[in-house]
């Protein structure tokens, strides 16, 4: 992220050219006032989004006084669990390996009421250039299939045009998957081989960001198969000190078919020690 001075913001901002915005993010839905289920994509297991109301509709009709002169609100409680959940980051403290964090932070700063090294909060706001790497289209497929992973030469094949500060968009199409089966989507996940990650990594990029659940593939047990030397989140996050974004929504952007960079937009709430963060990703044309 401190690649993103003024002069490479101002520099990212100048790919817009339509002023067409386009959310990149899939909906928050709670458990708890809806069939969140079976309509939103997430990993199995993971405690999913819980959604209440504090004062609603129901309890004015019950009797409860509104508060003053006929005025009356209503409040929401939402608690989220972005991993593997919603549309989110990771900050620099999610994943590492050993006994330090990213920049040699000890891991033991990593405590139960957060991370007092490497939190989302320092992440801040990211305006930067973003290049969409639109791989089933490419390849002529809508999506990838599950145990398909991604080659840096594959990249290179859709573009090499990476500059440092630049947000790598990698649209594998596999939330696809959830409107024909969950099961078919918890099969597994398509995503960035490891030689993609380096040399990703290799360009100095602000943010690394996917439609899939962990930026590399999963199998069928919803983990990664690669080794430390080779897990994505590893050569990235832990290493590179690259942000991930993950379980974006890409399919609008893809209809737009950029054939060009454009502005990217994303903006963490600031979760003090937080592991990440929901966000919802804007890609203006």
Known sequence: MNLLSGEVVLNALAAATTGQVISLSMPIRGATSSPAPTTIPHLRGRPLPQHFMSV???DYAAGVRPIGAGLRVADDALLVSPHGTTTHM???CHMWSGESLYNGHPASRVRSYG????GIET?????ARGILFDVPRHL???HLPADFRISADLLKEITDDLRPGDVA??????PLTWARS????WSGQPGLAADAGRWLAEHDLALVASDNAAIGGLNPRQLADETLADD???????????HLAEMLWLEDLADAAPDHPFVFVAAPLRIEGGTGSPINPLAIL
């Open 123 to 127: 992440v801040g706001g990211v305006v």
């Open 182 to 185: 969950p099961d078919e989507y």
């Open 140 to 142: 002529g497929l809508t």
């Open 90 to 92: 990771d900050a620099l």
């Open 56 to 58: 609603d509709g129901g």
């Open 232 to 242: 994505l989140h590893l050569i990235l996050l832990w290493r590179h000190g690259i």
């Open 115 to 118: 991370a007092t090294r490497c």
């Open 169 to 174: 968009v990698i649209r594998t199409g596999w």
